[in-house]
């Protein structure tokens, strides 16, 4: 701040600004400076929060055997009346203090499951992982309108995204793991008032993050017998995601904050370039489906939802839009669909899945030379490269010819990225 309020002096000398533009500069400058150490401070409140009731129950740990049954009843709840006292002197006292609100309600939220844990074990309570962490969420949800608290909602994503991947991945097939969406769908209100109260802050990008990177994780738990339709489920689920990040909801966001975009494109690409071998279509062709038990089958239902649901945010997103405007990752699920149905009888499928990954990489170069991106560029120069290496292993070119591709794409790096600098400089002049 000092080195601002000497450069502020010395354009003042020089008269290059006003005395009134000096003062807003400097007021400017210490509302940036007060709204970062404001978070600096909710951060380690948090934390401070988090680390005093995991050393709480480390010490009573310790000694824990050594206590009788009525002394282990009273330290099981200690924390949990602690929490709640922390919560209840904020909200009265401490209401318009992030800090405080964040860092009470986050140590609740590990009180809670520290109690239940505790009370289980002192009366030999039966039970699993999984219901123990269900409790756990459905009694701190609350937490999260109770005390409008962004850490306790992030908490909550991350216990039910572990309660359903243990219902739904560690055993054969669970239908348990369903209510995840409903679980889900309770957090929505939150986030929603999140973005309209404090569409810049920190705690909406953590969202930003966690909610599309759960639901990715967790869709593959509605997988029973017909795993294969799964692939048709993802790409409209990263089609979903990609358009929503391109939606005017999210799209003036920094890219960085844009988890659904990043996320959205970034395993649409993944997943192609695995497609792109032949082991899957050879399997593709091999399935033997029967209609009537295809279309009741949870795959089949998931695949259906997230393919209509992402066909009308692309009808949504490009009303009024030329087709020009459209984004070539936007239409791959619409492209794979076709392509996974021609794919049960023909081995042309996998040509169309190459031939779509190189469409793609040409379409982002071209995008990155026409808006005078080096990062849009560099992405298609990366996408295409990737493809020839997949290629490498499994095609039976010859060595020479193999190094004459890379030698060429290595060029074409370096060639394309002196002609965008030298267009830049151009500009610059």
Same mark, same amino acid.
């Given at each position: 701040?000092?080195?601002?309020?000497?450069?502020?002096?010395?354009?003042?000398?020089?008269?290059?600004?006003?005395?009134?533009?000096?003062?807003?500069?400097?007021?400017?400058?210490?509302?940036?400076?007060?709204?970062?150490?404001?978070?600096?401070?909710?951060?380690?409140?948090?934390?401070?929060?988090?680390?005093?009731?995991?050393?709480?129950?480390?010490?009573?740990?310790?000694?824990?055997?050594?206590?009788?049954?009525?002394?282990?009843?009273?330290?099981?709840?200690?924390?949990?009346?602690?929490?709640?006292?922390?919560?209840?002197?904020?909200?009265?006292?401490?209401?318009?203090?992030?800090?405080?609100?964040?860092?009470?309600?986050?140590?609740?939220?590990?009180?809670?499951?520290?109690?239940?844990?505790?009370?289980?074990?002192?009366?030999?309570?039966?039970?699993?992982?999984?219901?123990?962490?269900?409790?756990?969420?459905?009694?701190?949800?609350?937490?999260?309108?109770?005390?409008?608290?962004?850490?306790?909602?992030?908490?909550?994503?991350?216990?039910?995204?572990?309660?359903?991947?243990?219902?739904?991945?560690?055993?054969?097939?669970?239908?348990?793991?369903?209510?995840?969406?409903?679980?889900?769908?309770?957090?929505?209100?939150?986030?929603?008032?999140?973005?309209?109260?404090?569409?810049?802050?920190?705690?909406?990008?953590?969202?930003?993050?966690?909610?599309?990177?759960?639901?990715?994780?967790?869709?593959?738990?509605?997988?029973?017998?017909?795993?294969?339709?799964?692939?048709?489920?993802?790409?409209?689920?990263?089609?979903?995601?990609?358009?929503?990040?391109?939606?005017?909801?999210?799209?003036?966001?920094?890219?960085?904050?844009?988890?659904?975009?990043?996320?959205?494109?970034?395993?649409?690409?993944?997943?192609?370039?695995?497609?792109?071998?032949?082991?899957?279509?050879?399997?593709?062709?091999?399935?033997?489906?029967?209609?009537?038990?295809?279309?009741?089958?949870?795959?089949?239902?998931?695949?259906?939802?997230?393919?209509?649901?992402?066909?009308?945010?692309?009808?949504?997103?490009?009303?009024?839009?030329?087709?020009?405007?459209?984004?070539?990752?936007?239409?791959?699920?619409?492209?794979?669909?076709?392509?996974?149905?021609?794919?049960?009888?023909?081995?042309?499928?996998?040509?169309?899945?190459? &031939?779509?990954?190189?469409?793609? /990489? $040409? +379409?982002? !170069?071209?995008? =990155? #030379?026409?808006?005078?991106?080096?990062?849009? @560029?560099?992405?298609?120069?990366?996408?295409?490269?990737?493809?020839?290496?997949?290629?490498?292993?499994?095609?039976? &070119?010859?060595?020479?010819?193999? /190094? $004459? +591709?890379? !030698?060429?794409? =290595? #060029?074409?790096?370096?060639?394309?990225?002196? @002609?965008?600098?030298?267009?830049?400089?151009?500009?610059?002049?």
């Amino acid at each position: 701040m000092s080195i601002i309020l000497k450069e502020i002096t010395e354009l003042l000398n020089a008269e290059v600004i006003d005395q009134s533009t000096a003062e807003r500069i400097e007021d400017y400058y210490k509302k940036k400076k007060g709204t970062s150490a404001n978070r600096l401070f909710i951060a380690f409140g948090i934390l401070g929060a988090i680390l005093v009731g995991l050393g709480v129950i480390l010490i009573i740990a310790h000694n824990w055997d050594e206590l009788s049954r009525s002394t282990k009843t009273l330290f099981a709840f200690l924390p949990l009346l602690a929490g709640q006292g922390l919560c209840l002197y904020s909200l009265l006292k401490k209401q318009d203090s992030v800090a405080w609100n964040e860092s009470s309600a986050a140590f609740l939220f590990f009180a809670v499951g520290a109690s239940i844990s505790l009370v289980s074990q002192i009366y030999n309570i039966p039970g699993n992982l999984s219901s123990f962490i269900l409790t756990w969420m459905l009694l701190c949800l609350p937490l999260i309108y109770i005390m409008k608290s962004s850490t306790a909602s992030l908490l909550y994503l991350i216990g039910i995204s572990y309660y359903a991947a243990e219902v739904g991945y560690m055993s054969a097939y669970s239908q348990e793991s369903y209510l995840y969406w409903i679980l889900l769908l309770l957090v929505v209100p939150h986030y929603n008032l999140l973005y309209k109260r404090k569409p810049e802050g920190n705690f909406l990008v953590f969202h930003n993050w966690l909610f599309p990177l759960s639901i990715i994780i967790i869709l593959g738990t509605v997988a029973y017998k017909h795993e294969v339709l799964m692939f048709i489920a993802y790409f409209s689920l990263l089609g979903f995601l990609y358009l929503l990040g391109e939606s005017a909801v999210f799209t003036h966001l920094k890219l960085r904050n844009n988890g659904y975009k990043i996320l959205g494109l970034l395993g649409t690409l993944i997943l192609l370039i695995t497609l792109s071998f032949e082991w899957f279509w050879e399997e593709l062709r091999d399935e033997d489906f029967i209609l009537s038990e295809l279309v009741v089958s949870p795959e089949f239902i998931g695949a259906l939802i997230f393919s209509l649901l992402a066909a009308a945010l692309l009808y949504l997103n490009q009303k009024g839009k030329s087709l020009k405007e459209i984004k070539p990752v936007a239409l791959v699920f619409i492209v794979f669909i076709l392509t996974f149905i021609l794919g049960l009888k023909s081995a042309i499928a996998i040509i169309l899945i190459n &031939l779509c990954v190189f469409v793609i /990489g $040409i +379409l982002t !170069v071209r995008e =990155g #030379a026409k808006e005078n991106s080096l990062g849009n @560029l560099n992405l298609g120069l990366l996408i295409i490269t990737t493809l020839i290496i997949c290629r490498f292993f499994d095609t039976d &070119l010859s060595f020479v010819l193999r /190094g $004459i +591709l890379f !030698v060429f794409v =290595g #060029a074409g790096f370096f060639v394309a990225n002196y @002609l965008m600098l030298k267009k830049r400089k151009a500009n610059e002049l």
